[in-house]
């Protein structure tokens, strides 16, 4: 695709509900992030992919938070028994290679609210 | 990776040049200054980046103190639709994990008309 595909947009779960959020990447990529931001904060790094293996998880925030890439291109993010702490943008980044310099691709992200 | 200080708003006039300013004193000899911004409801953007030489693209220009302790970003032609926070970030290149970006809280422009 053209650019970095996150659905959905926008997402209104119920306390203790489970969550999936999908991150389409941009075709090639290795490397994919996901990044979580609050209302009024910068984005906060989550987890790494370097295809399908997952480098780096030490910003996951508990252990109710697993992403996933089990073939190196879509990844999800799942969120189980959402608490209203859950409730900000999650954002998803790809770029081409491991190596660096490089930029990173953003998607739009979703909104995730926790009622 | 370094830390970095942004003022958290800035005021430009519509055509002028907005300079957006970052202090990284802490950088190390093998860390990139790179800026990102965020338009309103969308994902972070990337505009530039650079190790010590100065370095212009078609969105912005990127200004390096020879100590490398501080950086600014300048959009030469400011426009409305350049209103966003703007993230300065250093980052070292060892490729992997240390790729991610480590966002502040950036610096809100507004371009007035």
């Known amino acids: 695709g053209a650019g970095v595909s996150q659905s959905p947009r926008y997402k209104v779960a119920k306390r203790g509900q489970d969550v999936a959020l999908r991150c389409d990447p941009i075709?090639?990529?290795?490397?994919l992030f996901w990044y979580q931001q609050a209302l009024g904060q910068g984005p906060e790094f989550l987890t790494y992919?370097?295809?399908?293996?997952?480098?780096?998880k030490s910003g996951l925030p508990s252990d109710r938070f697993f992403a996933e890439r089990p073939e190196g291109s879509v990844s999800t993010l799942k969120i189980q028994r959402t608490q209203q702490e859950d409730s900000a943008v999650y954002l998803c980044?790809?770029?081409?290679?491991?190596?660096?310099?490089?930029?990173?691709?953003f998607g739009q992200g979703t909104r995730l609210t926790v009622v | 990776d370094a830390k970095t200080t942004q003022p958290p708003s800035m005021d430009c006039a519509e055509g002028r040049a907005a300079n957006l300013p970052c202090n990284h004193s802490?950088?190390?000899?093998?860390?990139?200054v790179y800026w990102y911004r965020q338009i309103h409801s969308q994902g972070p953007q990337y505009i530039i980046h650079?190790?010590?030489n100065n370095e212009t693209n078609e969105m912005a220009s990127l200004i390096i103190t020879e100590d490398r302790k501080s950086s600014t970003l300048i959009l030469p032609h400011a426009t409305l639709r350049d209103t966003a926070v703007y993230y300065c970030?250093?980052?070292?290149?060892?490729?992997?994990?240390?790729?991610?970006?480590?966002f502040g809280t950036g610096t809100l422009l507004a371009v007035q008309p």
């Open positions: 650079g190790l010590k």
């Open positions: 075709s090639g990529h290795v490397s």
């Open positions: 992919f370097q295809n399908e293996a997952q480098l780096d």
């Open positions: 980044a790809s770029s081409l290679t491991g190596k660096a310099p490089t930029e990173a691709f």
């Open positions: 970030i250093v980052r070292a290149n060892y490729g992997g994990a240390t790729n991610k970006l480590i």
């Open positions: 802490t950088i190390s000899g093998n860390e990139y």
